[in-house]
């Protein structure tokens, strides 16, 4: 089954830039997508098709592709933006497919 | 204001049929264009998309689960319904549904608050 690849964590201090990756064989022709999931909450779309911001999200959330690796990324990180965070895709097969999940850290 | 609620059992026993429903408001089911999906998430798991619904035909299951799976909607009720079918523990989740906003890329863009089903006997 076609798999999204996440690292576990990523940890960063407060006001540096963190970067997520997630890597996967179809993102070259795929958009890859972003949710924020915060503990014990659902989760929440950050950025969608070609590196867009749904209302409310702040301009340092960004994200960028590169054949098989999505990136994104938060510029000056807050200690509000510790969360896990989610990539998706769809595969061949037309499945929703999400990664495994990073847990960010802000300290 | 937009919201998706799901609604269900909070405990169901192995081999049992789960039946969760979706209801939703600020948006109509009817575009063809707007969709309704179902996402799981075991405790301290990630997430993993199980099926989504856009009209009687043009819907979407997880390949590994489809033959469990089925999802269909009242549009007069506002309601978009999941069947699990063969209950197991493996299955004990949070389970969220949530808004696709166009049916040319699978996202959701809004998301229920969740409801948690535990398989125990």
């Known amino acids: 089954s076609y798999e999204l690849t996440q690292p576990p964590s990523v940890s960063v201090s407060p006001g540096q830039t963190a970067r997520i990756p997630c890597s996967g064989d179809?993102?070259?022709?795929?958009?890859a997508f972003w949710y924020q999931q915060k503990s014990g909450q659902a989760p929440v779309l950050v950025i969608y098709?070609?590196?867009k911001r749904p209302s409310g999200i702040p301009e340092r959330f960004s994200a960028s592709s590169s054949g098989t690796m999505a990136t994104l990324t938060i510029s000056g990180a807050q200690v509000d933006d510790e969360a896990d965070y989610y990539c998706?895709?769809?595969?061949?097969?037309?499945?929703?497919?999400f990664g495994g999940g990073t847990k960010l850290t802000v300290l | 204001q937009v919201t998706l609620k799901e609604s269900g059992p909070v405990l169901v026993k192995p081999t049992e049929t789960l039946t969760l429903t979706c209801t939703v408001s600020g948006f109509s089911l009817s575009p063809i264009t707007v969709g309704v999906g179902w996402i799981r998430q075991p405790p301290g798991k990630a997430l993993e998309w199980l099926a989504h619904i856009f009209s009687d035909d043009e819907l979407s299951y997880n390949t590994s689960l489809k033959s469990r799976l089925t999802i269909s909607q009242d549009i007069s009720k506002s309601q978009v319904v999941l069947t699990m079918t063969n209950m197991d523990p493996v299955d004990t989740a949070t389970y969220y549904c949530?808004?696709?906003?166009?049916?040319?890329?699978?996202?959701?863009?809004?998301w229920g608050r969740g409801t948690l089903v535990a398989v125990s006997s």
């Open positions: 998706s895709s769809t595969d061949r097969n037309f499945n929703v497919v």
């Open positions: 098709g070609d590196n």
């Open positions: 949530a808004r696709i906003p166009t049916i040319s890329h699978w996202y959701f863009d809004l």
């Open positions: 179809a993102l070259p022709k795929k958009y």
